[in-house]
Each structure stands twice: as C-alpha cells, then as structure tokens.
C-alpha cells in the first residue's frame, strides 16, 4: 500500500467525515450564501456561519466576524500584510520563513516598507530577545512563522507576542506548520493576525484559509467587489467579515474545513498530538542510528511533526524519487519554498528530504520508510 508521508504539505487521508459534509453540501445545498432569501441559499449561509463560529472558538477569537475565510493562509498573510502596511512603516520578521510570508513582505519592502530579518539558531529557533533588540520606535509588525516546514522548530509565541506588545507592534503569526497540532488561543496569547491554512492540521480540503484580525483592527481589503449585502453602495462595506470576503464563498470546502475541525475536537487535540509525536519520534531516532544521515531541527523538546535529512553522497531529489518509485513513499525534496531556513541551516541550493507523519499514519509506516532508506543507502 503506498504511504504518505508528506502531510507538512496537505494531511492525507481526510476524516470521512470530512468528505460527507463536502458531498452533502454540494448535494444537498449546492449554492451561494448571502445571494438570496430562499431556503437553500439560507442553509449555505447557515453552514458558513456554523463554521466560522467554530473555528473562531477553536482559535479563542471571541468575535466570529473577525474570523475570515480565505482560500489558504497564504492568501491569509497576503491579506494582513497588504491590507496593514504603509510605505515607512518598518517590520521585524525572520531569516527562516516560509515564501508565503517572505514573499509578501519582499513586495512591501519594494513599495516603501523596511523590514529587518533576525537570524535563528543552527536549529532555525529565533529568541525573543532578538525580535526585541531589532524593534524599533516605528515597528508596525513583527511577522512570523509559529513552526517551521523544514525543521520543525517552534517559536516562543508567546514570549514574543509579550515583546511586540511592550514595544507597540502587531503580531502577525503563520500557523500553516502548528494549527491543529499545538494549541493557539489568540486573544490570550496576544495575536493580532493569525493566518492559518485548512488543508493541512484541520483536516479540510484545500482552498480553504482563515485570517483571525484582532479587534480594533482594521485592514484595507486585498481585492473588493460583491459582497451580499450593501449593493446600493460603490464603496466596499467596512464591517466584518463581508468587508474581506467578496465573491462567490466556497461553502462545500467550508462545510468540509468545519467537519475538519470538528474531528479534531472530538478526537482530541492532545490525542490527535500524542500520536504524531510518537510517529515522528520513531522517525528521529532511526534517522539518527543512521550512517551518514543527518538530521536538521532541534535535537529535543517541543517541535513540529515535519522533519529534514540529508545523506552523505545521496541528492535529496534523487531519494525522494526513489522513495517514490521503488517503495510507493510520499516524501518532499528540495527547499519546500523556504529558502532562507535551508540558508540558516546550511543545506542550500540542494535543500533536504522531509518527512512529515500524520495522524492516520502508523508505527508500520514508519518501520517501512526506515527500512526502504537502509535498502536505498545500501544500493540495493
């Protein structure tokens, strides 16, 4: 049976449930919400607002309408930085993001923004002590990613939320690596923009994303049009949600991201984290009894369920092809669109192997892939 073991880049396979409520929206409602008063279009609407309210309890957002839907936390990050920043406002953000936020940020920087790059640990850990010695009076932001897609690091959050706050910045926080695998409450932690995506720790289907604004908040829309609601007016509504959602919302996905959720909270977040903890420290202790191989990321504590290898006189593309080719293992090879982390690690251009378990995973997974790289090293 093949194995799937990239679950950093989209978890797979889905709850069932997750599919039923896809097919059954699709089915059953199968339109738009907001666009009329009839009873499928009420039962959309009654779906998006179902999910939006549980995902707002999820992230301790105490206003479901400053939960917005995206269709990635990409779009997310795209959202809060375009919609926030002014030319001359300054940012402090990371030398080990992920392209959805260095992006972004790159194009602020060529539209008059200054942002400044702390540097991580050979782990890829940033201290908050040096977020703080790089703010500066007119700091607007401090931008960054909660865990890393190629090590596996986390960031002290909660330590640097603290900073940002004392100092008078907003805190943007990436939650594509940590949203459904840690637990992040935003108000008492003190995030002002969450961005997280649906496809990955809450089990939704891809094209979907949400961005969590704090209250008191407000961003200019990333693009405008209809909403549902105030038709009579040229101008883009200011209240939320509609005032960053226009168009045509993707409800079957929606209804599919909350039975995601859903999931997560009937099964458990500590379960759901215990089980990919055990996965992935099974992982690093045959990875590390391995000749040759070397493992990237914290060597202990906390850290996320995606891990980077490298093996001497091996290119990591041509292991994550025979993975795939003789053995029937997902794998990822090369930067996974984090340039910068493979800098601060030392494993640019050729980037690492990652290996990412999941939830529906299992021991015997693990055993196989363990087993098929011994074969691959071996030459057989």
Do not use: W
Not at 24 to 46: D, F, I, K, N, T
Not at 180 to 188: A, H, K, L, N, T
Not at 224 to 247: F, H, K, N
Request: glycine share 10%; proline share 6%; hydrophobic share 45%.
């Amino acid at each position: 049976m093949p194995v799937f073991l990239d679950n950093a880049a989209t978890s797979f396979p889905k709850p069932e449930t997750v599919y039923q409520a896809m097919d059954a929206a699709l089915r059953e409602v199968g339109v738009a919400p907001g666009r009329g008063g009839y009873r499928q279009s009420l039962a959309a609407a009654r779906i998006v607002y179902e999910a939006r309210s549980a995902l707002a309890r999820f992230f301790g957002v105490s206003d479901s309408s400053r939960l917005i839907f995206t269709h990635s936390a990409t779009e997310s990050i795209n959202i809060a930085v375009n919609g926030l920043l002014k030319p001359g406002d300054h940012v402090v953000s990371t030398r080990v993001e992920h392209n959805a936020l260095l992006r972004p940020l790159h194009l602020a920087a060529t539209r008059g923004v200054e942002v400044s790059y702390v540097a991580s640990d050979r782990f890829g850990v940033v201290s908050e002590r040096e977020i703080e010695l790089a703010l500066r009076p007119d700091t607007r932001l401090v931008a960054l990613a909660h865990c890393s897609n190629v090590t596996g690091a986390v960031q002290p959050i909660e330590a640097i939320a603290r900073v940002a706050r004392q100092n008078g910045a907003l805190f943007l926080v990436d939650a594509a690596q940590s949203a459904g695998f840690f637990p992040i409450d935003v108000e008492r932690i003190g995030i002002d923009l969450l961005a997280a995506p649906g496809h990955k720790g809450l089990y939704g289907p891809p094209g979907t994303g949400i961005l969590a604004i704090a209250d008191g908040l407000q961003l200019e829309p990333l693009m405008v049009g209809g909403t549902g609601g105030s038709a009579s007016s040229p101008e883009q509504p200011d209240q939320l949600p509609e005032r960053l959602e226009s168009g045509t919302i993707n409800t079957p996905a929606i209804a599919g991201l909350k039975a995601g959720v859903d999931f997560l909270l009937s099964t458990g977040l500590e379960a759901i984290r215990a089980r990919e903890e055990l996965l992935v420290g099974e992982l690093l202790e045959g990875l590390r009894a391995t000749p040759g191989v070397e493992v990237y990321g914290p060597l202990q504590g906390e850290r996320g369920a995606a891990v980077s290898f490298n093996a001497a006189g091996h290119d990591p593309a041509a292991l994550s092809y025979l993975f795939d080719s003789q053995y029937e293992i997902s794998v990822r090879a090369g930067l996974h669109c984090a340039p910068d982390a493979h800098r601060s690690i030392g494993t640019y251009p050729a980037g690492t192997v990652r290996v990412s378990p999941g939830f529906f995973n299992t021991e015997a997974d693990i055993e196989f892939f363990l087993k098929a790289l011994h074969e691959i090293l071996a030459g057989r």
